[in-house]
T-cell receptor
Framework: KQEVTQIPAALSVPEGENLVLNCSFT??????LQWFRQDPGKGLTSLLL?????REQTSGRLNASLDKSSGRSTLYIAASQPGDSATYLC??????????????FGTGTLLAVQP | EAQVTQNPRYLITVTGKKLTVTCSQN?????MSWYRQDPGLGLRQIYY???????DKGDVPEGYKVSRKEKRNFPLILESPSPNQTSLYFC?????????????????FGAGTRLSVL
């Protein structure tokens, strides 16, 4: 059974720091991995999606890497800003067909960037 | 604007009183899902739908029903709510296209419905 774990559960950093959020999964047979941002009252926003054949994806100050063999992904945030404060969720899509439309989520990392 | 709309956003009800949470998407997406989010457990899939009139159970379907009579709508029905269904609910949708809001693999989520069952 696929399990997704995120460490740390919470993180507080001063503005301007570079930081890394970690995600691990137990079964390497995944189709893709997504990083989401969750803001209170605003649902989830997709940040980056990495296909199983890819090693990393970049969007602005965000870089996500994927090491499928070791069951790990990292989200790197450069030059953090107070506006980056949110909960970051990692999710894997376990099935190749996509028929279940299922994502398996970690419990998230609550990030606070202090001005 | 591409979006998934859930209503209501907040709901307090009592045990046993039937309720429906609506979900609508404007991206002509084929796939839709419902998730619940609970502290320490993350998001778990309740039901999913591959297209009109095609629905199936997710990981935690007990106590819930869904229907997909139209492509854009995917309501979640609680016939007899119980306190253990107090949770934050999210609707999500995904297309099977190649670009824009219909690009496959990108899930779009609604803003959530916070339900309390007393």
């Amino acid at each position: 059974k696929q399990e997704v774990t995120q460490i740390p559960a919470a993180l507080s950093v001063p503005e301007g720091e570079n930081l890394v959020l970690n995600c691990s999964f137990t079964d390497s047979a995944i189709y893709n991995l997504q990083w989401f941002r969750q803001d209170p009252g605003k649902g989830l926003t997709s940040l980056l999606l990495i296909q199983s054949s890819q090693r990393e994806q970049t969007s602005g100050r965000l870089n996500a890497s994927l090491d499928k063999s070791s069951g790990r992904s990292t989200l790197y945030i450069a030059a953090s800003q107070p506006g980056d404060s949110a909960t970051y969720l990692c999710a894997v899509r376990p099935d190749l067909s996509g028929a279940t439309n299922k994502l398996i989520f970690g419990t998230g990392t609550l990030l606070a960037v202090q001005p | 604007e591409a979006q998934v709309t859930q209503n209501p956003r907040y709901l307090i009800t009592v045990t046993g009183k039937k309720l429906t949470v609506t979900c609508s998407q404007n991206m002509n997406h084929e796939y839709m899902s419902w998730y619940r989010q609970d502290p320490g457990l993350g998001l778990r899939q309740i039901y999913y739908s591959m297209n009109v009139e095609v629905t199936d159970k997710g990981d935690v379907p007990e106590g819930y029903k869904v229907s997909r009579k139209e492509k854009r709508n995917f309501p979640l029905i609680l016939e007899s709510p119980s306190p253990n269904q107090t949770s934050l609910y999210f609707c999500a949708s995904r297309g099977i296209g190649t670009g824009g809001p219909r690009a496959k693999n990108i899930q779009y989520f609604g803003a959530g419905t916070r339900l309390s069952v007393l």
